[in-house]
């Protein structure tokens, strides 16, 4: 055996013949200490964020080295943004798994999710909520206490509403739905341009169009006026 081939052979064993894609990158994880000052949240990724209403502010992020490795958190203008690193599918041969953020806040107006991860509200009270859903993942607000609450979905994911709302304005131009079962509005404008369902309940007048194929379900006393263009259905218990 000659001399050389020995040399590669013992290269190979100290280093375990690794694939360069299993090595750790020399980034750090991302440091939430000094987060704070946000009233709204963005999530791109495939992470899942839980949210706690009415503490302090704090962010936490538990997953695997490679999770957190390619994790980026911040604050813009108010926002706190969670995402990934610059260059970051060159990590682990692309290889994105997701991480699991724990965010504590003391007021909540806005959450918007374009990624395949989920976002869970324990509650959220004040004169607004903005919601906005363009990817696959789904969001839920537990309990919401709000004076107008927007919620919009343009993915496949689904927002899922349980509260009161002096008015809502609930919209699907995608395949989700707008899950308002537990949600009482006092009055509401319902707008569906694709697949996806709305329903809620109110007993005050609700304005509903629908140009898709999905239906709208509204409990209670409602006055509903419909304008339906689509395939869809609205369904008012009054």
Known sequence: MSRALLVAMSLCAVTACSDPSDA????????TSGLRDFTRIQSTGPDNVIVSVGKDFAVKADGSDRALKVLEIKVV??????????????????????ATIH????AINGVGLTGSGDVDVDRAQG????????GSGNL??????????????????????TGTADSAKLSSTGSGDV?????????????????GNVGLASDGPVDISIMGSGDVDVKGRAQCKVSAMGSGEAHCAA
Do not use: Q
């Open 24 to 31: 750790v990158p020399s980034a750090s994880p991302v440091n």
């Open 77 to 98: 203008n108010g926002e706190l943004r969670i995402g990934r690193r610059e260059g970051w599918a060159n990590m682990f041969g692309g290889m994105d798994e997701g």
């Open 103 to 106: 965010v504590a806040m003391p």
């Open 127 to 134: 004169s607004g909520l903005d919601l906005s859903l363009t």
């Open 140 to 161: 839920k607000i537990g309990a919401a206490k709000v004076g107008a609450l927007t919620a919009d979905v343009t993915g496949s994911g689904n927002i899922a509403l």
């Open 179 to 195: 899950d308002g079962k537990g949600l009482k509005a006092g009055r509401a404008s319902v707008s569906v341009l694709g697949s």
